[in-house]
């Protein structure tokens, strides 16, 4: 299923949460069922999954856990504009999807440490100043 997926930068701690979703949807019935990841390496399919009445993926958002890329914090925020119910033989297709996030600054998960500074090159100064006078 497509997903569309961006990474959006963030403070040095807290994360993104969702706020509001809107959308309006279309469904397709279809003809056939859709084939599932594997076949190609001659994996049978699991017959029971075919009639499962429920909607993949369940979360249309999905906001994963906060990274630091050279010095950045980052989230993942992705988007699922099409749904799956197997049972039914159906698509759902997302359509004027609003999705409205919210900084949560109470989320601390992988935080952006404060720098620890290296102070030995302004102690040997300071130790040349005083002890090594020429």
């Known amino acids: 299923m497509p997903i569309f997926s961006k990474l ?3 403070p040095e701690n807290g994360n993104f949460v969702l706020e509001d979703l809107r ?24 017959k029971n999954y075919y009639e499962e009445n429920e909607w993949f993926p369940e979360k ?3 906001i994963n856990k906060p990274i630091i890329m ?11 504009p099409v749904k799956y119910n197997p049972g039914l033989q159906k698509l759902r ?16 998960e992988n935080p952006i ?3 620890s500074y290296n102070l030995f090159p302004e102690v040997l100064k300071i130790l040349k100043k005083k002890y090594c006078r020429l």
């Open 23 to 46: 959308y309006d949807y279309e469904e397709i019935k279809l003809e056939k069922n859709i084939i599932p990841v594997g076949w190609e390496d001659g994996v049978s399919s699991n």
């Open 70 to 80: 050279r010095g950045c914090r980052f989230a993942q925020i992705s988007i699922s």
């Open 8 to 10: 959006i930068n963030l």
């Open 93 to 108: 297709i997302l359509k004027n999807i609003r999705a409205e996030f919210k900084l949560d600054r109470s989320i601390n």
């Open 60 to 62: 249309i958002v999905r």
């Open 113 to 115: 440490m404060k720098k």
